[in-house]
């Protein structure tokens, strides 16, 4: 049996041209808490947030809204599922820090409120078939973080899925138990959203910051790809 592929739909392409997706793989990590260093970096990141945000008015972020504009496009309410940035960023211009997870989570966070990006992370040391990005069918099953009950999808959101195994609803909103990274994770892919008005050339950048974090935080071998229109297929190998 060969090793899994990582792919992404055309149809989401097509639905948003200009659109990619940056996935760094990191093999042969250690994940543990976070030590004073990173959290500093979080806590920076956090203040650093309330320069670049109208705290009045988050939305109004062109980075924000259009997350908003793509929850519209396929058809999940903003106002009621916020993309992970949204929620993020106005959990902190409402004066609450983000807490310390562990090392992976942690650098994912600071990478998405430095950028004002969404970047979630994934242990693929679990997974046993083919992800991709697509929109669903409706019979995929998700069981969200921290719970043990299962729900299925909508036909037509957009999820991050293992087969019929959702990973992740509504595109950035809300991440499954099953892939959540733990002390214990050793292998895992961060996805890093590029879109627009986030250019490729920022995906990359912030893919290759992504890197530097993960060595010097994780260890192990680390790499990225770019996936686009033109090149929406990966294997997930080292």
């Given at each position: 049996?060969?090793?899994?592929?990582?792919?992404i739909d055309k149809a989401i392409f097509e639905m948003f041209p200009g659109y990619c997706r940056g996935v760094v793989l990191a093999f042969d990590i250690k994940a543990g808490d976070s030590p004073e260093e990173l959290l500093s970096m979080l806590r920076d990141a956090e203040k650093t947030l309330h320069n670049k945000v109208n705290a009045?008015?988050?939305?109004?972020?062109?980075?924000?809204n259009s997350w908003r504009e793509a929850y519209r496009?396929?058809?999940?309410?903003?106002?009621k599922f916020r993309s992970s940035i949204e929620g993020m960023v106005r959990r902190v211009l409402n004066g609450n820090e983000l807490p310390g997870i562990n090392t992976v989570v942690d650098i994912g966070n600071i990478l998405s409120l430095r950028h004002i990006i969404t970047a979630g992370a994934h242990a693929i040391d679990v997974v046993k078939g083919d992800i991709s990005l697509r929109r669903a069918g409706g019979e995929e099953?998700?069981?969200?973080?921290?719970?043990?009950?299962?729900?299925?999808?909508?036909?037509?959101?957009?999820i991050f899925t293992e087969g019929n195994n959702c990973l992740v609803r509504r595109w950035s909103w809300r991440q499954a138990e099953h892939?959540?990274?733990?002390?214990?994770?050793?292998?895992?892919e961060m996805n890093i959203d590029g879109l627009p008005p986030v250019t490729r050339d920022e995906t990359e950048k912030i893919?290759?910051?992504?890197?530097?974090?993960?060595?010097?935080?994780?260890g192990g071998k680390v790499s990225y790809k770019i996936l686009d229109m033109d090149n929406p297929k990966m294997e997930l190998i080292k």
């Open positions: 049996m060969g090793n899994p592929f990582y792919s009045d008015d988050p939305v109004s972020h062109p980075r924000i496009l396929f058809g999940a309410k903003p106002a099953s998700f069981t969200p973080f921290g719970t043990d009950i299962t729900e299925q999808t909508e036909p037509g959101e957009i892939t959540s990274i733990k002390n214990s994770t050793t292998a895992f893919c290759i910051e992504a890197i530097d974090l993960i060595k010097r935080f994780c």
